[in-house]
């Protein structure tokens, strides 16, 4: 116990202490000169238009791709729950793209997304409809993020949906069946209400990753075409303190993404929690 | 089953076929446009089968870089993880679980807190920490910071924490200390969780590009995920079917592993959501 203990006490505890007082201070990372300046560091991020549009970017990133893959992953999950071989293979198909990196889906979808010779623009020029640019244009480019990570993210909501799916036994529907209620009924009145737990547990955990995200900006965008359109909220900590140096805003800026992520555990782990005492 | 309801089955399966066909196929495209020459990368329409099967792109990218030592970075570092992670997870869970001591729920939750914590949040601090132990540009600084995982810990802890008293009893009664109960009893009994968590902490750390990102500039600790990446920035312009070559090295290992231990990864969310 006691090493796990000092690996957490080091790079987190003091980590966490050691980035407020970061927070507090001006600092341009390499000279010896730091110097305690308050609060102004957290007023100069909130007060900055390429904050204020990282915020909003992110909540429609993270709103975006929660809600399509939630929604998709759980008609995938209806659609496969029966345990046949086809419905495996499906399964493991639609599962693929989860646990492949962030720099391989970067890289594909570049290529997929490439104006002049990627197959998405190819596909829909043979269709006869108009080509898409879709990370040269600002009001397109986060969309198209928000896409990628719907295809990355479907199979883990969908496989999650599944586990939940499996605990609901099969005596209620044969009841609710016998009672007529009809396969509308049947998913209103049974399926959703008792997936409930599992819903919650997806909507914390995509929130989070979707507030993770910076590979895909770092890779594809640089938080561009203009205009910051794709800056992210770790992408623009990362830019503040690693390329800017200014090393004071940057740690403010994790505060903040660190008080947000908190709220979102305490909500998870109390669900886990009360998981675990159903279980035991 | 009436005939509605077939042609209705009949035409969900044919539904859920193209979705799952069309979240697979941009795999089968990183394949594909690895083994094409490239002016045919250019082609309009894009073809959908290589003409020609060819081997230049993989050969090219293998020359070009130093992948085999991107690999070793990679497993190296992986390993390095792995084994760590284990051990503490391990022996923590076991004391979080079976051994009564004052302040133990306390430093539970301490070790708790970091659980939903990623790596994106405090790396500023741990890139100034890890600065002041030289560690910047080495491999254990890809490690340590990972030595151990709070999820692992909760999970693991859960694990033991359904194994019946009495076998640890049992073992206890027959003179075993704690690192024999655990050998011989947490460890065979709570295998499940412990080589789920496994398979996932790989999975996470086999990927993983923003750590090396930040605390690596050296090419000789470059892991794999950055290396690749590399090829996408080359100042020549992009060559697309060597980018996909080098991406065809980081996606395989990965999905060979994904068939492997498939059923653990399936398995994993239903422990984990139990």
Known sequence: MAPALLVFAVFFYFALGFNIYLSLSSWNLLSPERHFVGLANYRAVLTSPRFHRTLWNTILYTAGSTAASMATGLALALGLRRVTRFARLLQGALFAPYIISWVSVALLWLWLLDPQYGLVDAALTRLGLPAVNWLGAESIALWSLVLLTVWKAVGYDMVTYLAGLQAIPSTVYEAAALDGAGAGAQLFRITLPLLGPTIFFLLVTSVIFSFEAFDIVNIMTQGGPIHDATYLFVYFIYVVGFQYFQIGQAAAASILLFLILFVLTVLEFRFLQRRVHYAS | ?274
């Open chain 2, 1 to 274: 089953m009436n005939a509605p309801a077939r042609a209705r089955g009949a035409a969900g399966s044919v539904i859920l076929a193209a979705a799952a066909l069309a979240v697979a196929f941009p795999l089968y495209w990183i394949a594909v446009t690895a083994f094409k020459p490239s002016p045919e990368t250019f082609q309009f329409p894009p073809s959908l089968w290589p003409h020609r099967w060819d081997l230049d792109p993989l050969r090219t990218v293998w020359q070009t870089a130093p992948m085999l030592l991107y690999y070793r970075n990679s497993i190296l570092v992986v390993a390095g993880i792995l084994s760590l992670q284990l051990a503490t997870v391990i022996l923590a869970a076991y004391a979080f679980a079976v051994l009564e001591f004052p302040g133990r729920d306390l430093l539970f939750y301490a070790c708790l807190v970091p659980i939903m914590m990623p790596e994106q949040v405090l790396f500023i601090p741990d890139f100034i920490i890890l600065r002041s132990l030289h560690l910047l540009d080495t491999l254990a600084g890809l490690v340590l910071p990972f030595a151990t995982s709070a999820f692992g810990i909760f999970l693991v802890r859960q694990a033991f924490r359904g194994i019946p008293g009495e076998f640890i009893d049992a073992a206890r009664a027959e003179g075993a200390g704690d690192l024999a109960v655990i050998r011989h009893v947490m460890i065979p009994l709570g295998r499940p969780m412990i080589v789920t968590f496994g398979v996932f902490s790989f999975v996470f750390h086999w990927n993983d590009y923003f750590w090396p990102l930040i605390m690596t500039n050296a090419v000789p600790v470059r892991t794999l995920p950055l290396g690749v990446a590399t090829f996408y920035t080359q100042e020549s312009g992009v060559v697309w079917n060597q980018v996909m070559a080098a991406n065809l090295l980081l996606v395989l290992p990965i999905l060979v592993v994904f068939a492997l231990v498939q059923p653990y990864i399936v398995r994993g969310f239903h422990l984990t959501l139990q």
